[in-house]
């Protein structure tokens, strides 16, 4: 992809700033939003119990910029079939990465750092993927919230491949 | 204790061609048949098949709420299956007699399983004369399916044991089946166990034997 600094030796405990170029951004928060804008899932990495109250503030502020994208998008392009969403907005160094599907379900990750598009993209599209195997599961009707997505092989899945993005570098 | 089991009396001529009798097949020759039987079926989307059982059984979970009955449900479910599958599977396949429980076993694992499952099963025995198990890898039914804890209990694919059942008492052959082990369950294969109970004997037959 070829935006890294390569040849830059950079101390482990630099702080990134929002321009930072060196794409070694770590996942810190994975959503799962419904329809009406109602968590179903929700699972934060490497912070305390004070990070995660900010990441799923964070979280639900970026919904609306979700909802912009997905009406703007739709006037534009009517027929793209791009479901990612690319980056939603920066705070302090977190950016978050929206990817909205066809039945208004919305993915939003929370990245420390920074990360191509191109791999957040495939990244939340292997998302998209564990979400419908989770989904098929004839038992989520009778689950507490009709939701696939708290059984321990989905959570399983998803801390595994956020490692597997984590440990990229 | 072998007993000669013939195929119901009203089962149609045989066309010109057909398989020979089971037991002049070796398990091979069985397989191909199976597979030549699989080519020859309609066939259904797998993943609809799968969604349309879990909403069958999630249904029953809900109207029934004990397990057991659900279970109970199912295997009659299969029964009801495999009283009228039974006419197919001759029929299709082209198989005719089957000696003795050895070849009632295989013809289901290589050639019934094969045909309306496109799965590849085996048989397995034990020290039981009257019993051997179908084991198979790779359930259709349970496709996306990840069993509760709270279900734990549920037999999910029962219907197949009832399957079993129901098409071995239109050949006269009372069974109990029991599903032993499922990869539903966390085993590594799915394993039906069958247990002969008695053969009845031919009410058309003149001759004792």
New interface residues.
């Given amino acids: 992809i070829g935006f890294g600094n390569h040849d830059l030796e950079l101390p482990s405990s630099w702080p990134p700033v929002a321009m930072a170029t060196s794409f070694n951004g770590v996942i810190r928060a994975v959503a799962v939003i419904g329809k009406e804008n109602q968590p179903l899932f929700l699972e934060t990495f490497g912070e305390g119990k004070e990070g995660q109250l900010k990441f799923h503030y964070h979280i639900h502020t970026s919904l609306d910029i979700v909802e912009e994208k997905v009406s703007s998008g739709r006037k534009v392009y009517p027929t793209t079939k791009d479901l990612y969403l690319g980056q939603l907005y920066t705070v302090e160094d977190y950016n978050l990465f929206g990817y909205c599907t066809n039945t208004k379900i919305k993915f939003v990750v929370l990245i420390q750092g920074t990360q191509a598009n191109t791999v957040i993209r495939s990244w939340l599209r292997d998302l998209h993927d564990l979400y419908i195997i989770a989904t098929s599961n004839p038992f989520t009707e009778l689950m507490p919230n009709k939701s696939g997505l708290h059984t321990s092989s989905f959570k399983g899945k998803i801390k595994t491949r956020v490692q597997e993005f984590n440990n990229r570098h | 204790p072998a007993s000669h089991l013939l195929p119901p009396p009203h089962q149609p001529p045989l066309p010109l061609g057909a398989a020979p009798a089971v037991w002049k097949m070796s398990l091979a020759k069985m397989a191909r048949l199976g597979d030549a039987t699989f080519e020859k079926m309609d066939k259904v989307n797998s993943?609809l098949l799968a969604?349309t059982?879990?909403?069958m059984?999630?249904t029953l979970?809900?109207d029934f709420q004990d397990i057991k009955t659900v279970n109970e449900e199912l295997e009659k479910m299969g029964h009801n299956i495999g009283v009228r599958l039974i006419d197919e599977f001759l029929a299709k396949s082209g198989i005719t007699q089957c000696r003795n429980l050895k070849d009632t076993a295989h013809s289901i694992a290589k050639i019934g399983f094969k045909m309306f499952l496109g799965i590849n099963a085996e048989v397995a025995w034990s020290s039981n004369p009257r019993q051997f198990s179908i084991e198979f890898k790779g359930n259709p039914l349970i496709?996306?399916?990840?069993?509760?804890e709270e279900?734990k209990d549920l037999d999910y694919s029962n219907i197949l044991c009832g399957v079993i059942r129901g098409a071995l008492s239109m050949v006269q052959m009372v069974v109990t089946t029991h599903l032993q082990r499922s990869e539903l369950k966390g085993d590594p294969l799915t394993e039906i166990q069958v247990t002969l109970q008695k053969v009845n004997a031919e009410k058309v037959k003149g001759d004792d034997d």
């Fill in positions: 993943e969604m059982y879990g909403a059984v999630t979970i809900k496709e996306f399916v990840e069993l509760p279900y």
